[in-house]
């Protein structure tokens, strides 16, 4: 926000798709007098009325930022210094700033930023996009200056804050780098999954298992590049369940405070629909990347073997070799298929959701899965993993507790003794009102608003 002073001017490297996703932000804070970009086809036309000039008649014109809006944030940086352009001038588009007050005390976060730039007039299909958001909110409120940048990017050259933060959350590969810039400011490492060294282990134990088996060369998907984010952080706030918290060293479990992620408030079970739509033998996988370290292949083998149930999957992509191993399961198999990409405020998830009465996820390593809570907000039965469950999964779904075949069998037959009985339309409408309750943007903006006044008090801030 502009707090009622005039609008410092800038200048935007770029006009793509990139500046596009960002024009709201930008033009809301600064004046921008001219575009420019290395494509000399675009010299001398314009973008939204303003001018767009070649690279070398930057330095004829007057301003206080030049904002570079392009996935080739390293080398456009480089390319100006050498044409002399002060670096304090240079902005990334990656870095995002909501400001409350001149004097403020300020925070700065690693994570999300394209949350920052999202059309509110759209339905938002990522998560993270509205916890960002919440985040932002949640400390402006308690009166600190915002500054964020993406969780990948570089940020050395660039300065960050006005002044030296209070305190610094974010993810890796940042966070680490964040605690050794900002030693001095609290640290919190946001954690949306399993600790990386547990992750890494089961990705390799399953992968391997689905090797031999299908005399295949699967890579390892979904590894964790090893880092110290949990051991720097002074406090760790985690998405997921107790269980998640067990997958950390013992020595950093008292560090972690859970919080309850969100879910989108568009997605309602219609009980009446279901009841006429639904199918006791359809059973859904809603998935993204790591086939393996989200049970895929497990799920894939035993529906293959039991025709007396569907299975449906939405999601992807589908690693090549993965593809290759499970082609006949994927493609061949008259009770499975598989639907690929479906985003999720897309009217076909819908469909499929008051088709299936079960959604089965035999994760090896998760915080909590978005795309089950969200489906049983439309009414789905959960059958998970302890990896991918919440803590009272018992009173709501099936606990998967061994991760191979036979685990997944045993989990679809007692399934099938809901299907089979009377209370099933009740399970339906229980799962919808747990997670309405319990995760949506509300509670986790209460999370997060307690958490981080706990963490505030035990540093002597209130």
Known sequence: MSN???KSKAIIFGVGSFYEDRRINLNNEYNIIKFTDNNLNLWGTENNGIEIIPPNKIKDYEFDYIFIASSYDKEIKSQLIDMGIENNKIKSTNYYKSIIGENNPE??????????????????????????????????KLGYNFYSINHDTLFDDYNLCESYPRM??????????????????IKIYYATGSYWEYQNCMIKKRTDEVNIKKNANIDYSRLVQPNKSAECADYIIQIGSNYTIQTYPEKLRKKIYLIRQSTFGYLNLDIGTKLTQYSKKDYMWFG????????????????????????????????????KA??????????????GFIPISDSRILELANRCSFIIFPSCSEGMPGSVLNMMRLGLIPILSLSAAFDEIEKYGIVIHKLNVEGIGQAVRESKKIANSKEISKKFEKCYEFVKKNYNEKTFEEDFNRIISEIFKLNGIY
């Open 288 to 323: 993204s990347g790591g086939n393996i370290l989200k049970g895929l292949d497990l799920v894939l083998e035993y529906f293959k073997n039991d025709s007396s149930v569907n299975l449906h999957i939405i999601g992807g992509p589908l690693e090549n070799k993965f593809e």
């Open 168 to 185: 610094v959350m974010g993810v890796e590969p940042n966070f680490p780098k964040l605690c050794n810039t900002y030693s001095k400011a």
């Open 4 to 6: 009622g002073k005039a």
């Open 107 to 140: 925070v700065l976060i690693s994570y999300v930023n394209t949350s920052f730039y999202v059309d509110l007039n759209k339905k938002i299909t990522h998560g993270n996009n509205i916890e960002s958001m919440i985040i932002r909110g949640v400390f402006n």
């Open 326 to 339: 499970y082609y006949e399961e994927l493609y061949n198999t008259e009770n499975i298929k598989y639907y």
